[in-house]
């Protein structure tokens, strides 16, 4: 093992990043709240300001994929919708397998410009969340409790609100409602049969309001929905741990674009549009696990300097004070300033733990197993 690729393993490394990312996002969550006003005389300075901001924190986790674990994102679509990149608005249908998925379609939108402008249809409980449901409240994120009766208002007026976004924005939606697991799979399924819907190998059954309603109000402003299959090279089961020791994975998807105008806008069609979509993507899978592969032209996109040198930055800001402050705390050879800071070094370390304790599959939430339970 190399001395790089050891350091990559270590856990004071690890804290150090941590430390960076948490003390930079709480810096960029402070000016958000101080460009607030900024919204009463332009709302749309204040978003350009806030998409700045985000990206500021988004490219620390890009970089963990692209610069720290070198992990590889490769395309498979045609040239002419690789053109459209980050120049129209758009929504993403994005399966849900994968500690990193997430992660990978944060860096499809780093490399073609529209990071800081990403937005999610994002569960409730991710606005309590630090940093992450922080950041954000402030870019205007829809959240949803994923109950209809209680999500109708706060969901509608969030879209309307979106129409008139100034950055091209790509609207991600997990369809299915939830990650992927086995024990999922199989109740989602049992609710396919009983309603009469085919079965689906690799994905669960799509809940189709989130994707109908989101249509229905974006529709005027976004042109297409691009569809994404995501799978990994020789059956790798990539996880945020695995990024941040530094373990490379080989990412694969495959984008297809559909002008907005060849979706109905009756909601029952636009439903059915979405079921077939997902036996397409069903299908889709089912060939990259025989073949290796998904059919398309292969195009590997460029990976941008800006997130290296934007966290270089942090650290530059960040790591000089924290190492002064740490060599004045151990030459003072007082025992309540180094017991203090080595608390206060356990405390980051437990938030840090907890932060990546969000993407893990096996704390995953059980909504999957209870919702499609009562749609039977």
């Known amino acids: 093992m190399s001395a790089i690729a050891y350091l990559k393993t270590h856990f004071i490394v690890h804290l150090l990043l941590g430390f960076v990312f948490v003390v930079s996002g709480l810096c960029i969550n402070f000016i958000q709240l101080c460009t607030l006003p900024v919204w009463l005389f332009s709302k749309q ?32 679509t045609d040239q002419a919708t690789v053109d459209r990149f980050g120049k129209e608005h758009v929504i993403v249908i994005l399966n849900h397998n994968y500690e990193i998925d997430f992660l990978c379609g944060w860096t499809m939108c780093e490399r073609y410009g529209v990071l800081g402008s990403s937005k999610v249809l994002a569960k409730h409980e991710l606005l309590y969340v630090p940093l992450i449901g922080w950041t954000w409240y402030f870019l205007e994120i829809v959240f949803c409790k994923r109950r209809w009766d209680e999500d109708r208002d706060t969901v509608t007026n969030g879209l309307q ?136 032209q292969r ?30 705390v151990f030459a003072s050879g007082s025992p309540i300033l180094i017991c203090s800071f080595l608390l206060f070094v356990g405390a980051a370390s437990f938030c840090v733990r907890r932060l990546i304790g969000v993407t893990e599959i096996g704390k995953g939430s059980s909504y999957g197993n209870q919702e499609f339970k009562k749609r039977m």
Request: aromatic share 14%; glycine share 6%.
């Open 45 to 76: 300075l204040y978003r350009h300001l806030n998409c700045c901001l985000a990206y500021s924190l988004w490219s620390q986790l890009v970089l963990l994929l692209e610069w720290w674990s070198g992990t590889e994102c490769t395309l498979f």
């Open 161 to 296: 609100a979106l129409r008139d976004y100034p950055e091209y924005m790509w609207f991600l939606l997990y369809c299915e409602g939830t990650r992927f697991t086995e024990k999922k799979h199989r109740i989602s399924m049992e609710v396919a049969e009983s309603k009469g819907l085919p079965k689906l190998k690799h994905h669960l059954l799509p809940r189709t309001k989130g994707f109908t309603t989101t249509v229905e109000y974006l529709r005027g402003t976004i042109t297409a929905v691009y569809d994404v299959t995501l799978n990994f090279r020789d059956q790798e089961t990539p996880t945020l741990l695995g990024i941040l020791h530094g373990k490379q994975y080989h990412a694969d998807m495959c984008v297809r674009r559909f002008s907005v105008d060849e979706i109905p806008e009756d909601e029952k069609e636009c439903a059915a549009w979405l079921h077939k979509l997902y036996q397409e993507k069903d299908a889709l899978q089912e060939q990259y696990a025989k073949e290796g592969t998904f059919p398309g």
């Open 299 to 328: 195009i590997l996109p460029r990976r941008r300097p800006w997130p290296f040198l934007n966290w270089l930055f942090w650290v530059i800001l960040l790591l000089t004070p924290l190492f002064s402050f740490m060599l004045g």
